[in-house]
């Protein structure tokens, strides 16, 4: 059993289920995110875990002691909320030492934890600050320490970077990562932000409407897609329409050209897919005309249109290298590794 378990969770409200049969294992210091659109359940699941909605069916976990029944103050469980959620009449200090004092840490001690909170967020000099003195980013850094000050066992990051501006947003992630791997604390983070989810996590869980789709590192996420949903949610995909000639030896057609895959396939219709830096021009493929080139710095974007729709290449910069014309008609090819099957 890991470290937290979730057993076939399940959870209506009156008669509509928003989370089915939900199974997941966190390891003891990992970080795993809940990755879907708004509306597929994340933030349910992350509140049956810290105990403030009672799971319908089955069981919250944590290090072999079964928590569903307890109270979310009896879980010993950290949570931080997209909105910092600061008490406002109290100072930095005061606010992350407010889980102790409940706790009925003595003074000193929690004198000597709140330091430590204040160093291990980068602010050791605003314990005296009220929450109004403080950035957005900072807040949040505040509300980072004072989940952690009690020392709990697991941590809950419900969307916490969401209210912060983009440059902010980068740095905090990294920061509340490092800060993560220093405490080795377990940890989930429920996001919609696919790059936030692919950047921090050593496991993503892709939730659409209640349910898993597909748990794997961020890295088996975008590359082996395990159902449409995903493939189409985290990153951007191309979709091509494609008829099998020979199931058994990988050979299809798509818009007239052949392409030999290295796999079998299923005899019935399939859409062949690839990423956007997975497509290069190439000397035969797919006929294609070149729609529009975007520059983007280090990428340059190839907007291109295969039989009325328009698919997308991404290539790195090369200084000195020419862009294609909008008009030219060129041949798109991928590589083996870079064709996704997909059914249908
Ligand atoms: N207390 C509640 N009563 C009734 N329906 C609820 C309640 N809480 C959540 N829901 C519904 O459950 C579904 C899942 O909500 P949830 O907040 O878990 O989704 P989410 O993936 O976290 O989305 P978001 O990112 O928008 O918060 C939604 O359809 C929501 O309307």
Request: with cysteine; glycine share 10%; aromatic share 6%.
């Amino acid at each position: 059993m890991s470290f937290l378990t979730l057993d076939h969770l399940q959870k209506s409200f009156g008669p509509t289920r928003v989370v089915h049969d939900f199974d997941l294992g966190v390891e003891k210091g990992e970080f795993v995110s809940f990755l879907g659109p708004s509306g597929c359940g994340k933030t349910t699941v992350l509140r049956m875990v810290a105990g403030f909605e009672t799971p319908t069916a089955g069981r919250v976990v944590i290090d072999g002691r079964d928590v569903t029944r307890l109270r979310p103050n009896q879980r010993q469980i950290g949570m931080v909320f997209q909105s910092y959620a600061l008490f406002p009449n109290l100072t930095v200090a005061e606010n992350v030492g407010f889980g102790l004092r409940t706790a009925g840490v003595a003074r000193a001690e929690r004198a000597g934890r709140v330091a430590e909170m204040l160093a291990l967020i980068g602010l050791p000099d605003l314990g005296g600050r009220y929450p109004w003195q403080l950035s957005g980013g900072q807040q949040q850094r505040v509300a980072l320490a004072r989940a952690l000050a009690p020392r709990p066992r697991v941590l809950l990051l419900d969307e916490p970077l969401s209210a912060l501006d983009a440059k902010i947003r980068v740095s905090l992630r990294n920061q509340i990562r490092e800060i993560q791997q220093q405490l080795a604390i377990t940890t989930i983070f429920v996001t919609h932000d696919q790059e936030e989810a692919l950047s921090i996590s050593d496991r993503i869980v892709v939730m659409h409407k209640g349910v898993a789709d597909q748990t794997g590192t961020p890295a088996q996420i975008y590359n082996q897609p395990a159902t449409d949903f995903v493939a189409g949610f985290v990153g951007t995909l191309n979709r091509f329409p494609a008829e099998v000639l020979d199931p058994a030896r990988g050979l299809v057609r798509v818009e007239g050209a052949e392409i030999a895959l290295d796999r079998s396939l299923p005899a019935g219709p399939i859409t062949l897919a690839a990423r956007p830096e997975s497509l290069r021009i190439a000397p035969e493929g797919i006929p294609a005309e070149i729609a529009g080139v975007e520059f983007l710095g280090s990428v340059q974007r190839l907007r291109a249109r295969v039989a009325g729709r328009e698919v997308v290449l991404d290539r790195f910069n090369e200084p000195g290298s020419e862009l294609p014309r909008p008009g030219a008609r060129v041949c798109l090819a991928a590589s083996q590794a870079g064709w996704l099957v997909l059914p249908g």
